[in-house]
């Protein structure tokens, strides 16, 4: 071992007289692994975010969407879809009836709600968005058992079934099998004498299924019908309002959505086209996410440098209280370099242990936050610490172990080893569903995803700025003059 790497590994092991120093400097070390695990968990659970919500995103919508300026219905939508899935870079492409729908209620008088119905053709649509995957019971529109049994049991005609969000289906009270009627169209006559008559044009549908993919924008606003229903329903038969596309790439979507556009090929006159993207219609969420993320690290960052501050603060302390042993080592011929190197050593060992203790800690809280497994009672966590309080109290003032290095060993394993188990027992996965933030965070579980790129740089930033407060005291205590430090001794 050098000479210089002896000596600092000495100043870190406290004698009886020097614990208080040696107990800043466990606080030390504390303080940076804190700021390390914090930033480290804290940027775990927003790159979680951002990464559940992009995959719910890409999974629930398409990556281009195709329709007129004035949303209104085109025909030779196949012979369209067609032509887009032939350009390079497109997966898959689906018709859409995309409308709103006033919703009647049994027993109301009035309409109770307006909800947007989506007709689709579940094959096609399964290749655009995976619809089939996030549904609870029935695909099958116009053939269900449900609607049979509904038209006896109601004694009306059933225009098809329905998937309805399971928020929406929470909120209308209805469930499988129920009836759901929707105002397809509402009229107002004036031509009849006296006050004008209102026309309403209603269609039943049967709950078939209940679609879940806890994104609240799909969940709580919006149902799907099959598409040959919802041409019939507004009266445009072999047209659609909208076509879905989906990409191979969906970063790509900027750059081919004109290239889409102009493979449908909208040949009539009062026909204007337009294309929007996924990246466009969240475009300020993700970019509120980054802000977020760069404030963060820069909070986080303050955190580490004040713990850096602590260390600082200890060498300085400690340069003061081994000012005879600096003079003692001069005389012997340690050169100002030995005696920087030694306290810049010191405080490195310290930043190193509390930037690896750090990130054992945030990578554990990570594993232990996103690992739904069952875990031991919250009540034997707490006998946990009881239990190491009890063992540190008893191996103070019992000699059961003689050996003073032995003991000390003992004790930090034990005490790292109930911290972990009681860390177990307590940090569970946060479910956002039963604290009631699911439809606020578009999602039932707080998603953690580590960035390693990121744990990597925060453990070199960290290293960095606990060297840079080395720097100080180290030369305070290289400039220490043999003579003036022993002329009292």
Known sequence: MKFEWFVASRYLLSRRKQSFISIISVISIAG?????????????????????????????????????????????????????????????????????????????????????????????????????????????????????????????????GIVLGYRLASQLGLTEGDVLRLVVKLEENTMSMGSPTLFVDFANFVVIGVYESELAIYDSRIGYIDLDTAQELYGNLGKVNVILVRLEDSEMASELRHEIKDAAQFTTTFEYPTTTTWLETHAPLFAALKMEKIATVIIEALIILVAAFNIASTLIMTVMEKTKDIGTLRTLGASRGNITRIFMIQGSIIGMLGTFAGSALGLGLCWLLSTNVARPHLWIGFGTVALLILCQIVLMYKRLIPNPKVKKIGLSLLWIVGICFALYCFVTPISLKELGFSEIYQMNQLPIKVNWFFVCFINLLSFVICWFATIYPAWQASNLKPIEALQYE
């Open 32 to 160: 940076v692994g804190l700021g390390v695990a914090t930033v480290i968990l804290v940027i775990a659970v927003l790159d979680g975010v951002e990464h559940g919500l992009r995959e719910r995103f890409l999974a629930n919508e398409a990556h281009v969407v195709l329709r007129l300026v004035d949303h209104s219905f085109f025909s030779e939508y196949q012979d369209k879809i067609e032509r887009i899935t032939q350009v390079e870079g497109v997966v898959a492409a689906s018709p859409v009836v995309y409308s709103q729908m006033g919703v009647f209620q049994t027993g109301q008088k009035s309409l109770t709600d307006a909800i947007y119905i989506k007709g689709i053709d579940p094959e096609q649509e399964d290749k655009v968005t995976s619809f089939s995957q996030y549904v609870s019971g029935s695909v099958d529109f116009k053939t269900s058992p449900l609607i049979e049994e509904a038209e006896l049991r109601e004694g009306e005609t059933i225009s098809g």
